[in-house]
């Protein structure tokens, strides 16, 4: 398995832009988790995903954050509009409920970067 | 309130070298712990999982420790290499989340340099 992939790797746009994340995990993987990491703060929890359904969206910062999962192997995360303080490194993971003690497998991240 | 902390933030040492890293937690109780490694510009990696019941895993150069008592857990890294350069965070996995869903909380990492 190709493991967790993100695309873009690196995106780079101006205040008020819509960005749209995508992210395709790991076939059989029934958890899908998107992720913020910025050196203030760490890894955050945005929101996480079972089955294709928006579980927890606590952590989503506000109302110009969204994200969708309209099927098992393919998930985006929306920023519109945009804000410098929005830049940061947006991962995404996934893991089976069978899983070894809940471990949850990142993909390489995307680094977001808003003027 | 569940947290993580680790010290140091940061720690420069020489190629050959051994290290500690810290991790002390506030999770109870919790299913897990686990330390992953971040190289620059990749997602983590998790390199060890202990359970509340073990005290000791080890992964090559890689040896993490758990005294449940305390709540602390170090990963100790021995002869460090050049490829050791990296942030390790410390991530705890609560226990009695219903759901399994595997929420994880983060520890800020500690980021390490190994110099020549």
């Known amino acids: 398995d190709a493991g967790v992939i993100q695309s873009p790797r690196h995106e780079v746009t101006e205040m008020g832009q819509e960005v749209t994340l995508r992210c395709k995990p790991i076939?059989?993987?029934?958890?899908l988790f998107w992720y913020r990491q910025t050196m203030m703060r760490g890894l955050e929890l945005l929101i996480y995903?079972?089955?294709?359904?928006?579980?927890?969206d606590s952590g989503m910062p506000e109302d110009r954050f969204s994200a969708k999962m309209p099927n098992a192997s393919f998930s985006t995360l929306k920023i519109q509009p945009s804000e410098p303080r929005d830049s940061a490194v947006y991962f995404c993971?996934?893991?089976?409920?069978?899983?070894?003690?809940?471990?949850?497998?990142f993909g390489p991240g995307t680094r977001l970067t808003v003027l | 309130k569940n947290q993580v902390e680790q010290s140091p933030q940061s720690l420069i040492i020489l190629e050959g070298k051994n290290c500690t890293l810290q991790?002390?937690?506030?999770?109870?109780?919790?299913?897990?712990l686990r330390w992953y490694k971040q190289d620059t510009g990749r997602g983590p990696v998790s390199l060890t999982i202990?359970?509340?019941?073990?005290n000791t895993k080890s992964n090559g150069r890689y040896t993490a420790t758990l005294d449940a008592d305390t709540k602390q857990s170090s990963l100790h890294i021995t002869a460090s290499q050049l490829s050791d350069s990296a942030s390790y965070i410390c991530?705890?996995?609560?226990?009695?989340?219903?759901?399994?869903?595997?929420?994880?909380?983060f520890g800020q990492g500690t980021t390490l340099q190994v110099k020549p």
């Open positions: 991530v705890v996995s609560p226990y009695g989340d219903s759901s399994n869903t595997g929420k994880l909380i």
């Open positions: 993971a996934s893991r089976t409920l069978q899983g070894h003690h809940n471990e949850q497998f």
């Open positions: 991790c002390n937690y506030t999770v109870s109780p919790f299913s897990n």
């Open positions: 995903f079972n089955n294709n359904v928006p579980i927890d």
């Open positions: 076939s059989g993987h029934d958890y």
């Open positions: 202990m359970t509340f019941s073990e």
